[in-house]
């Protein structure tokens, strides 16, 4: 038999042969078509809501103040209100239900009024104009107390106040309007990067939780440095979290294109401000920065697929890890409103939030080598991170010959506690 | 016959394997997980080509010091060297190793598990295809190429496994308790497989917990127990640790003859049973002639290898080496 040379496989390569084996097998899985299919239902879940929210806002009556009063003192309040309305806009301002027992409405019991379940009315005003009494909760009385003495005010005074033609000129944008809009771009992007990675990273957890039980990690062992196993792992997670993502945008394109607008989805995009390093650069920046989260979080998953031995251990160990991450982009929604710099430059430098801070600066500001230095800074941490996880993993998957853990984790831990105890 | 472990050792490994190279060389190795001491200071040498057995009971230490010997884990002391290599990462082209825990990927067909593993030692990938269709002709299972693992029988999924892990054409082969789960017939097969590699110049180690594959095949053993090795070396070696014993039936039940008998005689119904004397039978032969004890059937049995395990495993207890199951520390 010939044998084969000796040298051995590069780390890249030996990555590439993992990575490649994972990606088509979870490429062609029925669970890849499930997991594609994830993100429709709760699309489907916020349409319909959307729906009934849309529904109930039609629906909905703004309540009015219910008014009696003598019929000349009435006609003088609504002549006021007409006119201040044009002034403020029809919406800014209440409305009345109008009373008038001259023309044969009864007399209003301002208790039952107000308690009707209708809802229609949310305040009374009876009295004289001389003498008004304004009748509600507290909170309408706040709400409308100063738009109510200023219509009653219009009206006794019955003055003609001459309004000034105000010029007006419009530009399109300004320094501050740019710099809130760019910080809605942040916010909105490090929320689709947090949701991505959310739904992305727990399947490096499944993936290795099914390598355990298919027992194939210890061939994998035994031919390639931990360190490229868990490289490839990652590589393949990442590409196949990459089709998922261009996908889903595809679907999101061709689903405005054909079907319209539905939801407002594209009127949002459409809205949003050209950010910082423009568009192309920030969509380049942002498959970057979702690659470097991923793969940091996704290396501290797999080291938690090395401690766990159950599934159950699995979700256990998992949930900490997942409240770090909402944790993360809290902080970093923080710091993007807060915008102090050394709250900033704490974010850049703290490897897990990092990813979601340079996306938010590739949005708001035009200058670009902190991102070069920034992707160096998260390729070293991304390195640690696996090389930390891989030894963790030799050092805690292949203990014996039933190539697992003896005991489960949480007895494991019991017993060094117990021990350190004594 | 009591020996120091260090004697033992020496004598042990001493014991003749040739003087080729050598395709595992490992000293002083150890293993600790936790407070449990898995593998204490085990010695081994495999020379090129040889077939050897590392025998145990379960828990002795077997796959722990398989898997050091492959760096699948790093020793907490001592060194290992396979092919004259530190570590074996380096040179996994040239080793095939087929784990204790068979694993496949179930939804991958055969033909593609074999490519897949020849891929991790090195070999391409549509080398490994053909290769691996040559492999499974060979065995009668060209037919199950094309299907899923999660198809196959258990036997054939172990079939496609051992076939994944020679694709490459190792130098050196590690199997880790190979014919545990296998029947009769695949047994047999294994064994002749196993032959034609060491034939071929493939050096093969394998685990087992039964001696008698490491009797017919192996070349040299290492007895584990309890994570020490108390023998390593030749398998006649082992065997010739224990005396050889005589058998002897005579017409005569008693006499004076007896007195010429050894001392360590025993009686088994109606034959007497003891070690074979250091200056052989004839003169043994010539008293119980001239003290007419007739002389009915005279045999020299050599000890097998399961009596030179007990032998050696009985000293290495005495030598307070544990009960197979590891060294708790405190």
């Known amino acids: ?422 | 016959m009591d020996m120091a472990l260090g004697d033992r050792e020496q004598a042990g490994n001493a014991a003749n394997l040739g003087t080729r190279p050598l395709a595992i060389e490992a000293r002083g190795l150890v293993k600790r997980f936790d407070d449990f001491l898995a593998v204490d200071g085990v010695d081994i040498s495999v020379p090129e080509g040889a077939i050897y057995g590392v025998l145990g009971p379960n828990g002795a230490g077997k796959t722990t010091t398989l898997r050091m010997l492959l760096g699948i884990i790093d020793p907490d002391a001592g060194v290992r060297r396979v092919f004259g290599h530190d570590r074996p990462h380096d040179i996994a082209r040239l080793i095939g190793y087929l784990p204790e825990e068979r694993g496949l990927y179930p939804a991958m067909k055969a033909i593609e598990a074999i490519a897949f593993m020849g891929a991790l030692r090195g070999l391409p990938l549509a080398e490994g295809r053909t290769r691996g269709l040559e492999l499974l002709e060979a065995h009668n299972m060209a037919g199950a190429a094309e299907r899923q693992i999660r198809h196959l029988s258990k036997g054939m999924a172990q079939t496609v496994q051992l076939l994944g892990t020679l694709v490459h054409r190792p130098r050196l082969v590690v199997l880790d308790e190979p014919f545990s789960g296998l029947d009769a017939i695949n047994q047999g097969k294994l064994e002749r497989l196993i032959r034609r590699l060491a034939d071929e110049g493939t050096t093969v180690i394998f685990s087992t917990h039964v001696i008698h594959h490491a009797e017919r095949l192996c070349e040299g053993v290492a007895i584990i127990a309890g994570g020490k090795v108390p023998y390593a070396g030749s398998v006649e070696a082992a065997r010739d640790r224990i005396p050889a014993q005589v058998r002897l039936e005579t017409r005569a039940r008693e006499g004076a003859w007896m007195q010429a008998l050894p001392k360590d005689t025993r009686r088994e119904g109606d034959f007497f049973m003891f070690s074979l004397p250091d200056g052989g039978v004839e003169p043994l032969l010539r008293q119980l002639i001239a003290g007419d004890a007739g002389i009915l059937s005279l045999s020299i049995e050599r000890a097998g290898l399961h009596d030179a395990f007990v032998h050696i495993a009985g000293e290495a207890a005495a030598a307070e080496l544990g009960d197979g199951a590891g060294e708790e520390l405190n």
């Open chain 1, 1 to 422: 038999m010939a044998h084969t040379p000796t040298a051995r496989l590069s780390m890249l390569r030996a990555a590439m042969v993992i990575a490649r084996r994972d990606f088509l097998a979870i490429l062609f899985s029925r669970s890849f078509l499930f997991f594609l299919l994830g993100p429709v239902f709760p699309a489907v879940v916020f349409a319909m809501s959307g729906g009934l929210g849309q529904a109930k806002h039609e629906n909905k009556q703004e309540p009015r103040i219910a008014i009696q009063m003598p019929s000349a003192d009435i006609e003088r309040v609504l002549a006021a209100h007409y006119k201040l309305q044009d002034e403020l806009g029809r919406d800014r301002i209440p409305h009345f239900l109008i009373l008038d027992r001259a023309k044969g409405h009864a007399e209003l019991d301002i208790d039952r009024a107000l308690a009707d379940r209708s809802g229609r009315i949310g305040a009374t005003l009876t009295g004289t104009l001389d003498d008004p009494v304004l009748t509600g909760t507290q909170q309408r009385l706040n709400e409308w107390r100063g738009y109510v003495a200023m219509q009653l005010a219009v009206a006794r005074d019955n003055s003609n106040l001459a309004y000034p033609a105000l010029q007006t000129e419009t530009i399109t944008t300004s320094g501050a309007e740019t710099k809130n809009r760019r910080q809605d771009t942040a916010q909105i992007s490090m929320t689709l990067l947090f949701l991505l990675m959310m739904l992305l990273a727990g399947m490096v957890l499944s993936n290795l939780v099914e390598e355990k039980a298919n027992k194939i990690i210890e061939i994998l062992a035994a031919a390639l440095p931990m360190d490229a196993v868990f490289l490839g792992k990652l590589f393949a997670m990442l590409a196949v979290s990459l089709v998922g993502i261009a996908v889903w945008f595809t679907g999101v394109g061709l689903f405005i294109t054909l079907a319209g607008d539905v939801g407002g989805i594209g009127m949002v995009l459409a809205g949003m401000p050209t950010p910082g390093v423009g568009w192309p650069l920030f969509c380049i920046l942002f498959v970057l920065n979702f690659s470097m989260g991923y793969l940091l979080i996704g290396s501290i998953f797999l080291a938690i697929g090395a401690l766990a031995s159950t599934v159950r251990e699995v979700q256990t160990l998992s949930m900490p890890v997942t409240m770090l991450q909402l944790f993360i982009f809290f902080f970093a929604s923080f710091v993007l409103v807060d915008g102090a710099p050394i709250l900033e430059l704490a974010a850049i430098l703290f490897p897990l939030s990092s990813p979601f801070a340079m996306t938010a600066r590739a949005a708001q500001d035009e200058t670009l080598w902190p991102h070069l230095v920034t992707l160096i800074y998260q390729i070293a941490w991304v390195t640690l991170f696996i090389r930390w996880g891989s030894r963790l993993f030799r050092t805690r998957v292949l203990k014996s010959g039933g190539g697992g853990n003896r005991l489960p984790l949480r007895q494991r831990l019991l017993a060094r506690w117990r021990k350190r105890a004594t």
